[in-house]
């Protein structure tokens, strides 16, 4: 007789859905315990010691354990028979040889460059990295980029101009219960990433004011002190105004601009060009509530603006956030404690995804492929030439739009385009056009329905490897489950497709080998990882980059660098002993050549595509409290489901009754791009210009189908946020 094995031990992790990464434990259910407790399942704990989420989940974070257990995600690789035109099984070994042999054929015929990668902010940052280093040293292609171009890139591209940094958050979110006035432009974060919500809660009752900047009254804009409601594509104008009364006022900090900033004369001017009852005309607010809005800002001894989808998913993206930073550094909130700029991204790796080279234009370390010195560090690393790096490739919608013509054969990672890129349905047609197509996923997607070849990959719960979220605290994941048999990770496939590519310096599987790697790989850069270990991510639970590996290295940031400064002021990281990582940035210099923030002189100007006589009305889009992204995922849970069963169409009970359309009338929103059907959703919570809808589903309502792919020139954000469509009574 022996006794029966012990439960499995808890473990602790964080969730694989948005940007918040909250922490979670993880109980895994062994087979025999009854309740249902299947091989393969895990119960959710909360895991109070976790700072940023103190335990808090969201209904997505808590239902995640369905999806290992769905019945539909992908547990055998398939592979499209020609006799059949169908995805059937296929062993992994028939599957990877396709893949190689897909991918080969089509760089032998048509060049490297007709080979292209595309990857996802979800992806770790192991991945990321790896995916990078696969496209550029093993298929020697310069097309690679991903899904994070359409989450924060205008914010990043804004960051780096101004402070010659890019790091979401340049403070703890901590930090936003303890300044005096937040200003949250263009972020739905009561149904994006409820737990934060409790900030800005905690903000309000120590006194703080909230000032929501949003088309819609949502249920975060509900919470405001006062809730702007600008047309959309105007949010830079709005900016502008708020500048014009800064300087009008006398509010301008006058010393902070100069001894911190340059460009201060430009800005000043361009922000003079737009006075109140101009903005007024252009955005819709009222000029009092623009008054109320730098009294608030301004009285306050701290503020902050944080921006999100709203201004940054434009054609004018980066401009639009410059504007708001100019805001922050005219009146001095910017490098000091409890004041500041920052971005709230989005996707849950949508900050190390985009530092550690699956982006165009990147190498590791945030480092600039077109950067000589950086390619001879990197490739120093790879074990190649510099020479022998390809240089920037396209942006993300360009790759997607160049399928099928330049990019002749694409391996999709980590990503369901079909759903989530603008101008959807010539995406889905330029996806069909591609000679070869290879997409590793845990379901079958929209994008993998389209595949030659689909590997079925591990989920969050069974593989380890680290992620960085908003904050630029770098988290560790950790595999509480084996993947079921026929499941392999990312990073299993990426070595094995190395391998068959004949690469012979050897491609690690192992999360933490290749995050060995990557240390020594960002080493030196702007997001300087070579300080951090796995070690040192479980005993402190997180830890915010830069961290060089030798503590007298300093990154040129004006850093706050002490763990337990989180919740305190100290300035200054003199100790001796490792790098204890950077929680606060910029607090004595700015990462510019100068040391000095630069202000950006930007102007209005108008959205790509303006309402006319034939479009009158304006489209944003959005995301919904149940569901994720592009709902490859979520879409499985049956609760989310239940709460968020499809798209709808919010208008004003004006538009609706020009319209003569009822509640949940299908409506068609027809742009000159295609349709998207869905039922009205009639409420006075939206301007009567404006409708919305969420983009999480495919099929007739796609909001993606109608969306402008017209791009920021700098980050080549598609606009996302704003386009003309007319309205129609649908047939029911
Ligand atoms: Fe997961 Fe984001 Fe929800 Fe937290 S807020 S549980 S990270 S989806």
Redesign the pocket.
Known sequence: EHSPAPDPAPVDT?????????GMTLRPTPPDRGSGGTPGSVEVIERTAFPV?RGA??G???T?PAVLSSRVRLTEPLVRRPDSGRLEPATWEEALDRIAEGLEATGRAHGRDAVGVFGGGGLTNEKAYALGKFARVVLGTSQIDYNGRFCMSSAAAAHQRAFGLDRGLPFPLADVARTGCVVLVGSNLAET????LRYLTELKEAGGRLIVVDPRRTRTAEQADLHLAPRPGTDLALALGLLHLVVAEGRVDEEFVERRTSGWPEARAAAMAHWPELVERITGVPVPDLRKAVTMFCDAENSMVLTARGPEQQSKGTDTVGAWINLCLATGRAGRPLSGYGCLTGQ?NGQGGREHGQKADQLPGYRKLADPAARAHVAAVWGVEPDALPGPGRSAYELLDALGRDVRALLLMGSNPLVSAPRAAHVESRLRSLDFLAVADVVLSETAALADVVLPVAQWAEETGTMTNLEGRVILRRAALTPPPGVRTDLSVLSGLAARLGWEKGFPADAEEVFEELRRASAGGPADYSGITYRRIAEEDGVFWPCPENAEETAGTGTEGTKEAEGTHSEGAERPGPHPGTPRLFLDRFATDDGRARFAPVSHRPAAEEPDAAYPVLLTTGRVLAQ?QSGAQTRRVAELNEAAPGPYVQLHPLLAERLGAAEGVPIAVVSRRGRAVAPARISRDIRPDTVFMPFHWAGPGRANTVTNPALDPVSRMPEFKVCAVRLELAEG
């Open positions: 964080h969730c694989p859905y948005c940007s918040l990464q909250c989420n989940l969201c997505k974070g808590r995640a990433m409820p737990p934060a849950g994720y």
